[in-house]
């Protein structure tokens, strides 16, 4: 599951920053990568809470 | 169900008058991502678009902030963090035992007093990206004080949660920004890469062109002085003066494993300013000169654009009002540390009102530095000087007094000195801090060496005539 997870947040990073590139090359409006963005933000913010700092066991021992 | 939260505040332990801990200690990952959070942050919004307002040209910006960023690092590693973990304290408790209880409550209400100030500024960052729905006038970069009652209720909502966030203590602050900082720092990558064509950019090879002649083009806004390369150097190393060469940050490296971990300031330094610097600087240019963050991340990359400078203001601001408590806890230790955040919040929502924090922001900011400086050579001098040349550490403790003059002394006169630099020699305030190291390290050594002999010469007189 947790893979899973992990697997929406990273698409949810490429979607924020892959589309400005474009926008960049001319192959992408500035309109459509605003949209991107924020469904990545989403996905970002849905997903990365749920596998983000979840520490191990032996993490807290020196 | 009031008196259950309460008890679950008050049993957040944050070691505020003892050692850390070694099962509390946290690894790397913790601290690159909250330097990298807390350094990506909603002033940064601020400080790129007023080197462009102050006109610093392309090469001496680059260059400015490498130069100056690299050494902010080094600061916070070889100064802060190798006394952070051998002493485990935060700087409050530290100072205490070297400056006495009275000198390091008047410390604490200066240094408390900054934070809100600080965390103030990022509050209304934040704001303007929360009015943008709300249509709600935004200050300009002429205005210093609260320009209608919208602006006023966005501070006071935006200030209310982020002080709640900041009372539940520093696991709830590190989480939310180990989630955040990695996000926030693309959006302003893509924000700055998806205005570049506006601006005339299409390729790599015509960036340098642009960034010299449409970006930083070496003019500054009539009423703005110039910026040089020495400006951008000694602000990019200063602008986190109190916190590594001042020690602020006494309080967060304390939890670190190894002294090695202050180089994840790294990630605040290089990722966070150098980049969000830049990048704020060329979506500047792109609204046309327009400077509020809300709007200018809003116009180059929408929705996402506008709760980038949001959490940018929460993930600054939520340290900052944290380290505030901890300062004001640490005046009335019987008051629990999450009443004194609410306290402090308050103060900084008051403070956040005033669009003026945001618009002199780099002035504020110098000039946090150095007040709060001269106490980091004090704990400097006092750790690795002073037992050298037969003196005592932690006077204070040692002799029990509640005020150490030479503590007291040495933090006066560095500050009058600097502000005589300032007004007398015209020495900008963002030079102050280097001759203001050295000036309170020297009077430290000095002053110590002559108070400490008398105090002590005093107390063997006290101890033969009560033997007599």
């Known amino acids: ?62 | 169900m009031k008196k259950t939260l309460a008890s679950q505040l008050d049993s957040i332990n944050e070691y505020e008058r003892e050692p850390v801990p070694e099962h509390q200690l946290k690894g790397l990952k913790s601290f690159i991502g909250m330097y990298a959070g807390e350094h990506t942050a909603g002033t940064e919004f601020v400080i790129g678009p007023l080197f462009v307002v102050h006109g610093v040209s392309a090469s001496d910006l680059f260059l400015g902030l490498l130069v100056g960023n690299l050494l902010a690092v080094l600061s916070w590693a070889f100064l802060c963090a190798p006394i952070a973990v051998k002493v485990r304290l935060t700087l409050y408790y530290q100072l205490e035992k070297i400056c006495g209880r009275y000198l390091v409550s008047g410390y604490n209400i200066v240094n408390a007093l900054m934070f809100c100030f600080l965390a103030g500024s990022m509050i209304a960052v934040a704001a303007t990206a929360v009015g943008i729905p709300f249509n709600i006038a935004m200050p300009g970069l002429k205005d210093l004080y609260p320009t209608s009652i919208g602006w006023m209720v966005t501070v006071f909502f935006v200030g209310s949660v982020i002080t709640l966030v900041a009372i539940l203590g520093y696991e709830q602050i590190s989480k939310f920004a180990n989630i955040c900082a990695p996000w926030m720092i693309l959006v302003f990558i893509a924000a700055a890469f998806a205005v570049m064509p506006q601006l005339g950019i299409t390729s790599v090879d015509s960036f340098w062109e642009v960034a010299q002649t449409r970006i930083w083009n070496g003019v500054p806004v009539a009423g703005f002085s110039k910026f040089t390369f020495w400006h951008v150097t000694f602000f990019a190393w200063f602008a986190n003066m109190a916190m590594h060469i001042g020690m602020g940050d006494l309080s967060i490296l304390r939890y670190a494993r190894k002294w090695q971990y202050g180089f994840a300031s790294t990630t605040g330094m290089f990722i966070g300013h150098v980049m969000a610097w830049i990048a704020s600087g060329i979506l500047v240019a792109a609204a046309s000169g327009e400077v509020t963050p809300g709007p200018i991340a809003y116009n180059s990359a929408g929705i996402a654009g506008a709760i980038c400078v949001m959490i940018a203001g929460w993930t600054t601001a939520n340290p900052t009002i944290y380290r505030a408590g901890l300062a004001i806890q640490s005046i009335v230790p019987m008051v629990k540390r999450w009443k004194v955040t609410m306290v402090v919040g308050l103060v900084t929502t008051i403070a956040a009102l005033f669009p003026a924090l945001v618009m002199r922001l780099l002035d504020f900011v110098a000039l946090y530095g150095l007040v709060l400086m001269p106490m980091g050579a004090i704990i400097f001098i006092d750790y690795y000087i002073i037992p050298k040349i037969g003196l005592r550490s932690n006077y204070a403790e040692v002799a029990k007094t509640p005020f150490n003059v030479a503590a007291g002394l040495t933090w006066l006169v560095t500050l009058l000195l600097c502000l005589s630099l300032n007004f007398y020699q015209g020495v900008e305030i963002f030079f102050l801090g280097l001759p203001g190291w050295f000036i309170a390290a020297t009077l430290y050594i000095i002053i110590s060496k002559l108070y400490q002999q008398k105090a002590i010469q005093q107390q063997e007189v006290k101890v033969s005539a009560k033997s007599l």
Request: hydrophobic fraction near 55%.
């Open chain 1, 1 to 62: 599951m947790q893979a899973i997870l992990k697997i929406i947040s990273y698409i949810g990073l490429l979607l924020t920053v892959v589309p400005s590139f474009l926008v960049f090359s001319g192959a992408m409006e500035l309109s459509f990568h605003k949209t991107l963005m924020l469904i990545g933000t989403l996905l970002w913010f849905f997903t990365a809470p749920f596998w983000m700092n979840k520490q191990k066991p032996s993490e807290s021992k020196v």
